[in-house]
């Protein structure tokens, strides 16, 4: 009987003794916001339906509107069918930030979608599209692609979340910002007989360099982005306006670039053209 009693003794002391309890790896948000420096979940945009980054972050939830910045190309905030807008979000003099946006229609449903740009990736959830930060430290704003839809969905709206981290490596005393901002659609875009499409652009690649060749109709506003098949943006550059006739433009590929398969696009007053070129 002693013998008994000893034996489970023994088994209990063992049990207890290897159930150390820096075994557990609890789950609290401080882990969450470390995954998420990069790459937040879909639908935390603060959109109707949908949850924001407080989900994680605690700390203080703010208006955006005059603290955080949006920018959109499109002239008068105004957008036509078919066409490209860079859009600019961001907040001045932060340590570690990280957003989430998606554009919705009068009836809450998906309203064009993104290219990502430089330091965003792109998501979708229950058929909306989602731009995203895939970096935030050191990042205070990020500038990437909307594609306007191909009809007329009336006016836009592209919610977001913005949260500023402090940078103490936990979820606490974070500051939350939501925003709104809303274009419509330019009424004479679908009226006004559209000039440019009698343009002529040609690219091609030569010694390096990608050479543009344009025959504009009329003065234009001109830029180039470039990105890998993934969708990252490589690289953005203003060529400024263009008057009327035939231009080359040249454009230096630097050590941005490794062989593979990139996506160059000309934009013409938003107007998009783009080439799917191979470098060796």
Known sequence: MKRSIYI??????????????????????????EDFSSNPPAATTGAPGEVTCVNCHSGSTLPASGIVTFSFSGANDKYATGESYIITIGKSGSVKTGFEMTALDDNNNAAG?????????????????????????????????????????????????????????????????????TISYDLASGVVENKKRAEAVEVSLNSGQLVVNLNLPETASIYYTSQ?????????????????????????????????????????????????????
């Not at 670039?257 to 996506?263: M, S």
Request: aromatic letters at 14%; charged letters at 15%; proline letters at 3%.
């Open 228 to 280: 890998n098949l993934s969708g990252r943006q490589i690289d953005f550059h203003s060529f400024g306006q263009k008057q009327q006739g035939n231009h080359v433009l040249t454009i230096h590929l630097g050590d941005k670039y490794t062989a593979g398969f990139y996506l160059f696009t000309i934009f013409i007053d938003n107007k998009p053209y783009t080439s799917k070129i191979v470098l060796p």
């Open 113 to 181: 979608d993104f290219t990502a740009g430089a330091n965003t990736s792109l998501t979708s959830h229950s058929g909306r599209n989602y731009i995203r930060h895939s970096a935030s430290a050191g990042i205070s704003s990020w500038s990437f692609t909307w594609n306007a839809p191909s009809t007329s969905l009336g006016d836009v709206t592209f919610y977001y979340s913005l949260n500023e981290s402090n940078n103490d490596n936990n979820s606490q005393g974070d500051q939350i910002y939501l925003g709104s901002n």
């Open 8 to 33: 489970v003794l023994i088994l209990a002391f063992v049990v207890l003794h290897s159930f150390k309890p820096s075994s557990l790896k609890p789950s609290y948000c401080d882990e969450m916001e």
